[in-house]
C-alpha cells in the first residue's frame, strides 16, 4: 500500500494552522508566535513558515501587523484543503493524512445517488489517518466526465487539493448522512475494526463550483478513536 503524497510544506502548514483555528485552539485574536518559533517548532525554514502564513491572510484567517505580529481572525466561512473533512480525534483534533489502497476507472453502481453525467467514475479506496492513528476507510467516486486517468502515486494526501491542481475542480458544497453501517471486506489490517463489525458510516455528495454534483464518497470509521463533528458559530 502506497502512501499519499505529502502536500508541500506551505501548503501543509497553513492547513494545520486551518484546523488549529477551526477547532478552537487558536482563537480569534490571539497572536501566534514568532515567525522563528513557529519556524523551530515545525522544522522548517523560516521562508517556508512566511508562505504558510501568506496563505492564510490571503484566506482572511490571519492578520499580519507590522511590527506587532501575525494574529488569528477566525472566520468559519472561509476554510482550506481538509475544510470538508469532519473526523476528529474523540480526545479532540488530529492531522488528517492518508494511504492510497486502490485507484480504479469503474461503471457507477446502481444504487448510488446521482453525482454527475458519466456512467463511469474513478474510485478511490484510501485508509484515513488522524495524526498517526488509521481511523476510518474511504470509497471515493469522482464522476468520469473529468476523464483524464491518474494512479495512485499522482494523488496527494489531499484529494481536494489533487481535483483542483488536476482538473480545475474546487468542491464548493457537500450533503452528508451519517448513521451505522458494518466495516467493507477490503480493508488493510492496519484499520482496527474487523470486516462487517459495525461502525460509524459517512455517505456525501459533493458539488463544484458550478453547483453540479461531482462526487460520491462513503466513509467507515471507527467510533471510539474518532467522531463527526461540526461547529456552529
Not at 482563537?27 to 513558515?49: C, I, K, M, P, Y
Request: proline share 5%; glycine share 8%; charged share 25%.
Amino acid at each position: 500500500m502506497l502512501p499519499s503524497r505529502p502536500l508541500p510544506k506551505p501548503v501543509l502548514l497553513s492547513e494545520m494552522l486551518i484546523r488549529e483555528i477551526a477547532a478552537g485552539r487558536l482563537v480569534d485574536g490571539s497572536r501566534l508566535h514568532t515567525e522563528r518559533q513557529l519556524a523551530a517548532h515545525f522544522g522548517v525554514a523560516v521562508g517556508t513558515l512566511r508562505k504558510a502564513l501568506s496563505i492564510l491572510e490571503e484566506k482572511g484567517m490571519l492578520e499580519r501587523i507590522q511590527g506587532s505580529g501575525n494574529y488569528v481572525k477566525s472566520d468559519v466561512h472561509k476554510s482550506g484543503v481538509y475544510g470538508f473533512f469532519r473526523l476528529e480525534l474523540v480526545e479532540g483534533g488530529g492531522f488528517p493524512s492518508a494511504k492510497v489502497i486502490s485507484v480504479d476507472r469503474l461503471e457507477k453502481e446502481p444504487d448510488m445517488p446521482d453525482f454527475g453525467t458519466a456512467h463511469t467514475a474513478h474510485r478511490v479506496r484510501r485508509l484515513r489517518f488522524l495524526d498517526e492513528t488509521p481511523i476510518a476507510l474511504e470509497e471515493i467516486w469522482l464522476d468520469g466526465r473529468f476523464n483524464e486517468e491518474f494512479s495512485k502515486e499522482d494523488l496527494s494526501d489531499s484529494l481536494y487539493y489533487f481535483y483542483q491542481k488536476k482538473f480545475d475542480l474546487f468542491i464548493a458544497n457537500a450533503t452528508d448522512q451519517v448513521g451505522i453501517a458494518t466495516v467493507p471486506n477490503w480493508g488493510p489490517q492496519a484499520f482496527a475494526l474487523d470486516s462487517y463489525e459495525p461502525c460509524g458510516f459517512i455517505k456525501r455528495v459533493s458539488q463544484d463550483q458550478y453547483g453540479q454534483p461531482a462526487e460520491f464518497s462513503r466513509t467507515w470509521f471507527d467510533a471510539s478513536l474518532a467522531n463527526y463533528t461540526i461547529r456552529h458559530r
